[in-house]
């Protein structure tokens, strides 16, 4: 089966770098998705790393290690707006592209 | 549409009542998903639908969800005799085609809440 852990709540300063990490165990490995999610919204899509290592997207990067079962989301250059819930997903084991969510990370960005 | 659209936003029942929950997904995507997020929780798969067959179906907590898609198209979400259990955000989302490599789109989410 999947498990996926990730902080509760985390608290950070305007301007300031933030990293979410997220662990898994998968009985297989198919990628990993990071969503964004304001309260009260649906959640949007972040990114996917299939491959080990660092992917930028602007303020935004994801990293991932295969072999630990790891990632984690860096925000850089925090802005109020980033105060936000981010869900850590894997796929199912059937190729159905159903998702497997972390219970989700709420960060507070604080002037 | 532009995006994946849910009806109603918000729903109150009494228990015991039957809900019927609506998705649009984005036009032109094979694959539709609906999951809930409880108070507290990550988003739990419930049902997947490619086209209007549900190959899984595996996340249904009880015999009192069902659900159903017509015209590969617009799918409804229904809970027969609502428990207070039941109470959490309804999600729907779509994406081109039933893989474990495709984005999916959300919709905004059904509030239901059971008294």
């Known amino acids: 089966g999947q498990n996926i852990d990730q902080p509760t709540e985390m608290t950070a300063t305007e301007g300031a770098i933030v990293q979410i990490n997220c662990t898994y165990q998968t009985s297989g490995f198919n990628g990993l998705f990071w969503y964004q999610q304001h309260a009260g919204e649906a959640p949007t899509f972040l990114s996917y790393?299939?491959?080990?290592g660092l992917e930028e997207k602007g303020r935004f990067s994801s990293f991932l290690s295969r072999s630990k079962g790891y990632s984690y989301l860096l925000l850089k250059e925090l802005q109020m707006k980033d105060s936000a819930s981010y869900l850590c997903a894997v796929p199912g084991s059937s190729n159905t592209g159903k998702l497997i969510f972390g219970q989700g990370t709420t960060l507070q960005v604080k002037p | 549409g532009a995006g994946v659209s849910q009806s109603p936003s918000n729903k109150v029942t009494e228990k015991g009542k039957d809900v019927e929950l609506r998705c649009d997904p984005i036009s032109g995507h094979t694959a539709l998903y609906w999951y809930r997020q409880s108070l507290g929780q990550g988003l739990e798969f419930l049902i997947y639908f490619q086209g209007n067959s549900a190959p899984d179906k595996s996340g249904l907590p009880s015999d009192r969800f069902s659900a159903e898609r017509t015209g590969g198209s617009v799918s409804t979400l229904t809970i027969q005799r609502t428990q207070q259990e039941d109470s959490a955000v309804y999600l729907c989302?779509?994406?081109?085609?039933?893989?474990?490599?495709?984005?999916?789109?959300f919709g905004p989410g059904t509030r239901l809440t059971v008294l």
């Open positions: 989302a779509s994406s081109r085609s039933g893989t474990r490599y495709n984005e999916q789109f």
């Open positions: 790393n299939v491959l080990d």
